[in-house]
């Protein structure tokens, strides 16, 4: 080889020197040989992943179907004042919790009295004039019976007792309005519950206008409102009709209230109202739940959640969200098959429950399921499985869902669709 091929230039007294020796060309050559006839080593052979593993069941799951809703006092009255005159007093701590027939406000009593004793001498005056003709009526008719006195004077006296007597009616009629008007002054709440502010101060006068006083809001029982889009309705029939949900006999579901804290309000209501047809704007319907607040834990007008319970989800198949993944042709699951190789099985997805899915289809009971390491698979790769376990948090008693009803009892559920939702590194929150 020409790289291996020694230079040779003169010494200085003209006798050829060689540059490198000969024998390390030799070695060097021998080296690059040996290194172009070795083999290449072989690649080391892919160990089996090891995953978790759960095994498909079908159970009755408990649902629920669950509402933002509004509270309402079942009888919130307005307290008006029915006379007009100056408001004197009032009687009650605004916002505070009223007994019925306690004193709200007190109204100038004096002009009503005066009145009041102006009708009782308007009937005395009256009942003297009716005294009068009934004695002149008893004595003119014995005078006619003789031919005294002609018939003529009868019909007089008969007429003039009559015309008195009804004065006296009147009068008694004019003395009970001028009673009710002096009561009215006093005004009372007819029901017990929680005040509200007063809209008329002290010392203005009260007419028409104004009657308003304040309102006072019975707090039990409490009213629940919540609302149910059409479609919501369509949803819950056919799952209704597919056996995918079963109800509790009769359709007579209970309504549990959530508070605003998270926490669980401890008496529970039924439906009382169901609104016969539909909000032509937002194409709703209304509901209203009636529940038992006897410690005024309930303000009207405040925003609850109201969970429809009783329903349950027969049959139902449930696998962990990490285990459905979502591909180009929609959600797969991998499953391992008697040979410990994994294989891709697309699934339908239904609802959320706690960690969980729904699996509609796609799962046979007693097929393992991946559900820790599946993003290191492919087709027909070996695995090791041991069982999954799941992260350590509370289990949920129910499957949070949402609902409708039809006819006063709920007949009916159904619950969000999440099939748009993102597979399961990307949890969305229910």
């Not at 509004?70 to 919130?76: A, D, G, I, L, Y």
């Not at 198949?317 to 979502?326: D, N, Y």
């Not at 698979?377 to 869902?401: F, H, N, Q, W």
Request: net charge positive; hydrophobic share 40%.
């Amino acid at each position: 080889m020409r790289a291996c091929s020694p230079r040779i230039r003169a010494s200085r007294n003209g006798a050829p020197q060689r540059r490198a020796p000969r024998i390390a060309c030799a070695l060097l050559a021998a080296s690059l040989i040996a290194g172009c006839n070795r083999e290449k080593p072989a690649l080391p052979t892919p160990s089996a992943a090891e995953v978790g593993i759960v095994t498909v069941e079908a159970k009755d799951v408990p649902v629920i179907a669950e509402y933002i809703a509004q509270t309402q006092s079942s009888q919130s009255v307005n307290i008006q004042a029915r006379v007009s005159g100056f408001l004197d007093k009032r009687m009650y701590v605004e916002g505070s919790v009223v007994k019925a027939g306690q004193v709200l406000f007190q109204m100038d009593k004096k002009p009503f009295q005066a009145q009041l004793d102006a009708a009782k001498a308007a009937l005395q005056r009256n009942q003297a004039a009716m005294s009068v003709a009934k004695a002149n009526l008893d004595r003119t008719k014995p005078l006619v019976e003789q031919d005294a006195l002609s018939q003529k004077d009868l019909d007089d006296a008969k007429g003039q007792y009559e015309q008195t007597a009804a004065a006296v009616e009147g009068s008694k009629a004019q003395l009970n309005e001028a009673q009710l008007n002096l009561s009215y002054t006093t005004i009372t709440s007819p029901v017990a519950g929680v005040s509200s502010y007063a809209a008329v101060a002290e010392g203005t006068y009260v007419n028409p206008q104004n009657a308003q006083l304040t309102t006072v809001s019975v707090l039990s029982p409490m009213w629940i409102n919540f609302s149910v889009s059409e479609n919501e309705l369509e949803r819950v029939r056919d799952r209704v009709r597919q056996g995918a949900l079963k109800l509790p006999p009769g359709g007579k579901l209970q309504v549990a209230i959530e508070l605003v804290d998270g926490t669980r309000f401890p008496h529970t209501g039924t439906i009382t109202f169901t609104d016969p047809s539909f909000n032509a704007q937002t194409g709703t319907f209304l509901i209203r739940a009636s529940v038992d607040n006897p410690d005024g834990t309930l303000h009207p007008n405040q925003y609850v959640r109201a969970k429809l319970l009783g329903a349950t989800h027969p049959n139902a198949i449930l696998v962990p969200q990490r285990a459905v993944q979502q591909g180009a042709n929609g959600h797969f699951v991998w499953v391992v098959d008697e040979t410990n190789h994994v294989e891709q099985r697309p699934v339908v997805v239904g609802d959320w429950y706690a960690d969980s899915w729904f699996v509609l289809q796609g799962l046979r009971v007693g097929e393992r399921v991946v559900a820790d390491g599946a993003l290191r698979l492919r087709p027909g790769a070996a695995v090791k499985t041991k069982p999954y376990v799941a992260p350590s948090v509370a289990p949920p008693s129910e499957a949070r869902m949402t609902g409708v009803h039809g006819d006063g009892a709920m007949p009916e559920l159904t619950v969000p669709s999440r099939r748009d939702a993102p597979g399961a590194a990307e949890q969305a929150k229910q």
